[in-house]
């Protein structure tokens, strides 16, 4: 089955995007190509669909909070943070929910791997982590079997506003960028294209 199409679109409102995401999986056929969309957007916090207001520690600040409708709770998305949105036809792939969550960790874990960098999964807790901190998050809808949101890789983004949630709903979990990890990597961009196409891989091994 042909890999999806990779298509950057930069830094992007994250109402408009969504609204995209929603618009692309309505319209799409069973002929419709998979798409993976990189993005970057401006700081927001969004809250999964059963996501608790007790996770958001401190509300004083500026930073706009959005109820979404992908499965978690809550994150934050900021400059420097690879967002990518998968939109994946999971029953043309013959792809359970739980098996695409899996292809994404492992797609994030090989794409570390190749800097050396030790990373895990966690069934109970998705995402992927490197020494128990959080260095990528994952949040789904599947409308219609097939899959928008994704995955929030943390490149070299301020981890200030981290501090105001319990990030993915957990007291005290820490989250760690690729920039401490290793200083061999090239700019964002050719990271982002490179890391979509370990998860594109991924999906389609």
């Known amino acids: 089955m042909n890999a999806p199409l990779v298509k950057n679109l930069g830094k992007v409102d994250y109402l408009s995007c969504w609204q995209a995401m929603k618009d692309f999986t309505e319209s799409r056929t069973t002929d419709t ?3 993976l969309w990189i993005v970057e957007h401006d700081p927001v916090f969004t809250l999964g669909l059963a996501g608790k207001e007790e996770h958001i520690l401190i509300k004083n600040h500026s930073i706009p909070i959005i109820r979404t409708d992908r ?3 809550v994150t934050y998305h900021g400059p420097r943070q690879i967002i990518i949105y998968l939109l994946i036809d999971i029953k043309r792939r013959n792809l359970g929910i739980r098996e695409l969550v899996t292809r994404i960790e492992n797609g994030i874990i090989a794409y570390l791997a190749k800097y050396g960098i030790s990373a895990n999964g966690d069934r109970e807790a998705p995402g992927v982590y ?3 901190k959080k260095i990528a998050s994952l949040g789904l809808k599947i409308r219609k079997g097939c899959s928008y949101h ?3 890789f ?3 983004i301020d981890k200030t506003p981290f ?3 319990n990030p993915c709903g957990y007291a005290g979990l820490q989250i ?3 920039s401490e990890l290793t200083t061999a990597i090239n700019n964002m961009s050719s990271e982002s294209q490179q890391l979509a196409q370990y998860v594109s891989n991924s999906i389609c091994q």
């Open 150 to 152: 994704g995955l929030a």
């Open 176 to 178: 760690i960028n690729l």
């Open 71 to 73: 499965g978690g709770q």
């Open 163 to 165: 501090n105001y949630i």
């Open 130 to 132: 490197v020494a128990g």
């Open 154 to 156: 943390n490149f070299d």
């Open 33 to 35: 190509p998979d798409e």
